[in-house]
């Protein structure tokens, strides 16, 4: 069985390449907003490297009247918080050096967090970077809906998951949104 540095490595070179393949798939992902559970505040996030822009995802569910908030890390081995933001808003580096929201926005509880990933299963198994942020996060806000967003083809048949890892209510792709079993 690979372990999970070698399939990071793989995993991140295949989003790459779907990135390059696609740069109209984010938008194409957006819209399905629409699809997405019920909830008021939702958690996106500003995409890095390979990830899925989550920019038109964010302007979809801005229009559709939801709150939005990103994730904010405050401590590297603490959940993450979630700040009140609408897309355009000025943004500085947390803590892990990600964009996020200034200090004076409001915290608020997202009812559902959508999460970048490096690969996913129709499980709900969800393979991050590494860093722990969103499975202790995922941990602390045991009710708010989970949701992947990624490229159709980073979904893998299945994924080793370990004790800590938290699975996914459902996947938001360019395919459309589908719950995971």
């Known amino acids: 069985m690979t372990d999970k ?6 995993m991140r070179a295949n989003r790459k390449r779907l990135a390059g393949l696609d740069p109209e798939a984010s938008l194409r992902a957006a819209e399905h907003a629409r699809d997405l559970p019920a909830g008021d505040v939702v958690a996106v996030y500003r995409a890095i490297g390979s990830e899925i822009d989550a920019d038109a ?13 990103l994730p904010v890390v405050i401590e590297r081995d603490a959940p ?22 200034f200090p004076l926005a409001e915290a608020v509880t997202p009812d559902l967090i959508i ?22 996060t995922f941990a602390a806000l045991p009710e ?27 996947v938001l792709t360019e395919r459309g949104y589908r719950a995971t079993a």
């Open 5 to 10: 540095h070698e399939l990071r490595a793989a």
């Open 57 to 69: 995802l964010s302007m979809a569910l801005a229009k559709q009247g939801r709150q939005l908030c």
């Open 80 to 101: 993450m918080i979630f700040r009140r933001w609408s897309p355009g808003e000025p943004l500085e580096l947390d803590a892990a050096g990600v964009p996020a929201p």
């Open 115 to 136: 999460t970048p990933l490096l690969a996913f299963d129709a499980a709900g198994g969800r393979l991050g970077q590494g860093g722990g942020y969103y499975d202790r």
């Open 144 to 170: 708010a809906l989970r949701i992947g967003f990624a490229y159709a083809g980073q979904e893998v048949e299945n994924l080793p998951l370990e004790p800590h890892d938290i699975r996914l209510h459902g």
